[in-house]
């Protein structure tokens, strides 16, 4: 690192860097799950318009209600 501050800053974060990594991953699996709700939430309706099932009704309820909790889980966590 060419420039000193940068080192004086490096030295004060290294302590805490698996902790800025995990944080780091845990922003990554949240923006991940955000954008893959939708994602699956209109897969579901285009499958459901090209033959609709019972069955596969039922089958993507329980994977919206299984996101749901995830989600209610996931703020309250927060």
């Excluded at 940068?6 to 990594?21: Q, T, V």
């Excluded at 954008?35 to 209109?42: A, D, G, Q, R, T």
């Excluded at 919206?64 to 309250?76: H, K, P, R, S």
């Amino acid at each position: 690192m060419a420039n000193p501050r940068l080192k004086i800053l490096y030295s004060y974060l290294k302590p805490y860097s698996k902790m800025m990594y995990l944080g780091m991953f845990a922003l990554f699996a949240v923006n991940v799950v955000g954008v893959s709700i939708p994602w699956l939430i209109h897969n579901i309706f285009d499958d459901l318009q090209e033959s609709f099932t019972f069955n596969q009704l039922i089958t993507y309820v329980i994977i919206l209600v299984i996101l749901a909790l995830a989600c209610v889980m996931w703020g309250m966590r927060m």
